[in-house]
């Protein structure tokens, strides 16, 4: 049956890449310097559009309200009927400023709901 199950060499093998692995370590870093490193990250804007055919009926805004607060929660309902409104009267509104990687999410995820929005360099 060890021949079924890799054998007793295929564990040694394992344990040793495991103990090689485990004797490389990174050196610490203070909390001082991960939040200099943090701070230097660039951040990015979620920026909202203006839709034209929402503005024909209310059914299209409270699908994007809908998918600004199922997207990002952090948002609520109240905040999310503001931006929309900003985002009419002025064309763009400023949804949250984050990392690459999240906004990167938050747009592609608002987009596969229909809402018209882009990243841009805070």
């Known amino acids: 049956m060890a021949w079924l ?7 040694e093998r394992d344990t040793t890449q ?31 559009y203006a839709d034209a055919r929402s503005n024909d009926d209310g059914v299209s805004d409270a699908l994007q309200v809908k998918a600004l607060t199922h997207v990002i929660v952090s948002l609520t309902t109240d905040a ?15 949804v949250i400023t984050c990392l690459r990687e999240p906004a990167e999410y938050y ?9 018209r929005c882009a990243l841009e360099v805070a």
């Open 5 to 11: 199950f890799g054998g007793r060499k295929t564990r």
């Open 18 to 48: 495991t103990i090689y692995a485990s004797s490389q370590r990174t050196p610490q870093r203070t909390d001082e310097e991960l939040r200099l490193l943090w701070r230097a990250l660039p951040r990015y804007r979620l920026m909202l």
């Open 80 to 94: 999310a009927v503001r931006l929309l409104a900003a985002a009419h009267t002025s064309g763009a509104a400023e």
């Open 107 to 115: 747009c592609e995820q608002l987009r596969r709901h229909g809402v």
